[in-house]
Nanobody, 127 residues
Framework: QEQLVESGGGLVQPGGSLTLSCAAS????????MGWFRQSPGKDRESVGI????????YYADFAKGRFTISRDNAQNTLYLQMNSLRPEDTGVYYC????????????????????WGQGTQVTVSS
């Protein structure tokens, strides 16, 4: 079972950058498909970026393409999200999530497919 702890959130001005980290406690981190999700007040939790365990392929939400980069360091059991050119609408709580086993691409962005979650880290983009 994976335990996940996010860090790196904070207050940043529009156009700024942040890097989020997610530390995992399990011994089989490399076998998990990992994802970053976010949730803003009054909105459903949505996928930001997914990195698949089987082939390392990455899948991004349209709003994240070209601005955000998901990566993982299996030796350090850590998942990252580099966020650039941040906008006020990127404000929200960012969560990392993990799942074992294969999943079809169309289901990768569905939060209900991920049994393991961190507690979240707040990102606020404001001047």
């Amino acid at each position: 079972q994976e335990q996940l702890v996010e860090s790196g959130g904070g207050l940043v001005q529009p156009g700024g950058s942040l890097t989020l980290s997610c530390a995992a406690s399990g011994r089989t981190f490399g076998q998990y498909t990992m994802g970053w999700f976010r949730q803003s007040p009054g909105k459903d939790r949505e996928s930001v970026g997914i990195i698949r365990s089987s082939d390392g392929n990455k899948y991004y939400a349209d709003f994240a393409k070209g601005r955000f980069t998901i990566s993982r360091d299996n030796a350090q059991n850590t998942l990252y999200l580099q966020m650039n050119s941040l906008r006020p609408e990127d404000t929200g709580v960012y969560y990392c999530a993990a799942r074992a086993g294969r999943l079809i691409v169309s289901a990768l962005r569905d939060p209900s497919q991920y049994p393991y979650w961190g507690q979240g880290t707040q990102v606020t983009v404001s001047s």
